[in-house]
């Protein structure tokens, strides 16, 4: 019988309603409850790390609850953490870079309904992720709605409906037929690497997603204040160079020291400065390419690799090696 760990960080599927709407209350004994009281696959033990709302999760709450996984490592078998969905991909990308060499399953889940409510989806979740936190298979997944999402290709594209995530230029890892997992491809299990934790991060990371009349001024705000800046360009990347030309701005940012990383608003098929013209005067600079990775990865991985060196030509080449499958271009 496998032994799991449960992680609660709150979210909706730990919700109650309170004075001022849906809030995190339930104690991870009281989720723990919903799971099968009798099986043969595991045994359960638990511990609430947060009760918040996802969209109060911090790069600062990331590390605490890496670094519960990595105190706990050696005694389970695998990890189930219950959290909200609004950050969610956020934090199983960033999960993905400070937990390396994983042999064991590192599993998010959460709901899109409390778990206390007769049309919840949590039991569901709860459930599915449980099963998959005793395969033999290591790495961080998000199982939500009969799937398993690579940790860092799960992208959130529905705010109601039960399949609120998809998997983003990445097939699904696996999927679930009633109690059966079917994978996708055949997975080898992960044998004899030493878990290491990479907890270093630099939260001074500015997402800007462009739009027709972006004002180039803006980036004299961003130089001052952040090391890193990934900017969503229209189509492959495209970035303005005509009436309000941004480039000169963003090659002021690179001479002062900020990574620059230029990506795609499109969220599926990545992006490539090399075809058009506006993209080939940007890409000609010190710019970090995105490939095909999507934004929750981008934002804690250019934050793991500025938390690792100052740099850029190291920050770039971290950024465009794959790592944990979330590039393929």
Same mark, same amino acid.
């Given at each position: 019988?496998?032994?799991?760990?449960?992680?609660?960080?709150?979210?909706?599927?730990?919700?109650?309603?309170?004075?001022?709407?849906?809030?995190?209350?339930?104690?991870a004994?009281?989720?723990?409850?919903?799971?099968?009281?009798? #099986?043969?696959?595991?045994q359960v033990?638990?511990?609430?790390?947060?009760?918040?709302d996802?969209?109060?999760?911090?790069?600062e709450?990331w590390?605490?609850?890496?670094e519960a996984?990595?105190?706990?490592?050696?005694?389970?078998d695998g990890?189930?953490?219950?959290?909200?969905?609004?950050?969610?991909?956020?934090?199983? @990308?960033?999960?993905s870079?400070m937990?390396? #060499?994983?042999?064991?399953?590192v599993?998010i889940?959460g709901?899109?309904?409390?778990?206390h409510?007769? +049309?919840?989806?949590?039991i569901? /979740?709860?459930?599915?992720a449980?099963?998959?936190?005793?395969?033999d298979?290591?790495?961080? %997944?998000?199982? %939500?709605?009969?799937?398993v999402?690579n940790?860092t290709? @799960?992208?959130?594209?529905?705010t109601?409906?039960?399949?609120?995530?998809?998997?983003?230029?990445?097939?699904?890892?696996?999927y679930f037929?009633?109690?059966?997992?079917?994978?996708?491809?055949p997975?080898?299990?992960?044998?004899?690497?030493?878990m290491?934790?990479?907890?270093?991060?630099?939260?001074?990371v500015?997402?800007?997603?462009? +739009?027709?009349g972006?004002k180039?001024?803006l980036?004299?705000?961003?130089?001052? +204040?952040?090391?890193?800046?990934?900017?969503?360009? %229209?189509?492959?990347?495209?970035?303005?160079?005509?009436?309000?030309?941004?480039?000169?701005?963003?090659i002021?940012?690179?001479?002062?020291?900020? @990574?620059?990383?230029?990506?795609?608003?499109?969220?599926?098929?990545?992006?490539d400065?090399?075809?058009?013209?506006v993209?080939?005067?940007?890409?000609r600079?010190?710019?970090?390419?995105?490939?095909?990775? /999507?934004?929750e990865?981008?934002?804690?991985?250019?934050?793991?690799?500025?938390?690792k060196? /100052?740099?850029?030509?190291?920050?770039?080449?971290?950024?465009e090696?794959?790592?944990?499958?979330?590039?393929?271009?």
């Amino acid at each position: 019988m496998k032994k799991i760990l449960l992680l609660a960080t709150g979210g909706t599927i730990a919700s109650v309603v309170g004075e001022d709407g849906l809030t995190p209350g339930m104690t991870a004994d009281e989720l723990i409850s919903y799971l099968p009281a009798q #099986n043969h696959l595991y045994q359960v033990d638990s511990n609430v790390l947060m009760e918040i709302d996802s969209t109060n999760m911090q790069p600062e709450f990331w590390v605490r609850i890496a670094e519960a996984v990595y105190k706990h490592y050696d005694d389970y078998d695998g990890f189930v953490i219950t959290h909200g969905t609004d950050t969610m991909s956020y934090t199983s @990308a960033a999960l993905s870079y400070m937990l390396q #060499n994983l042999s064991k399953p590192v599993v998010i889940t959460g709901s899109q309904v409390p778990i206390h409510n007769n +049309h919840t989806d949590a039991i569901h /979740n709860m459930r599915n992720a449980a099963q998959f936190a005793c395969e033999d298979i290591g790495g961080v %997944f998000i199982v %939500f709605d009969g799937k398993v999402i690579n940790g860092t290709r @799960a992208v959130k594209v529905r705010t109601r409906s039960y399949d609120a995530f998809e998997s983003i230029n990445h097939p699904y890892v696996a999927y679930f037929e009633g109690d059966e997992i079917k994978y996708t491809t055949p997975i080898e299990p992960v044998r004899n690497q030493e878990m290491k934790l990479d907890i270093s991060l630099c939260p001074d990371v500015f997402l800007l997603k462009l +739009h027709p009349g972006t004002k180039p001024e803006l980036f004299d705000y961003l130089k001052q +204040h952040y090391r890193g800046v990934i900017i969503e360009g %229209f189509g492959l990347g495209g970035v303005p160079t005509q009436g309000r030309n941004l480039l000169p701005k963003i090659i002021e940012l690179i001479e002062a020291g900020v @990574a620059v990383v230029i990506t795609t608003q499109c969220l599926e098929e990545g992006g490539d400065l090399t075809l058009y013209e506006v993209g080939r005067r940007v890409g000609r600079e010190q710019i970090i390419s995105s490939k095909d990775m /999507n934004k929750e990865a981008i934002v804690p991985k250019l934050m793991w690799a500025l938390g690792k060196t /100052n740099d850029l030509k190291e920050v770039k080449e971290m950024m465009e090696m794959s790592i944990a499958d979330d590039t393929t271009l």
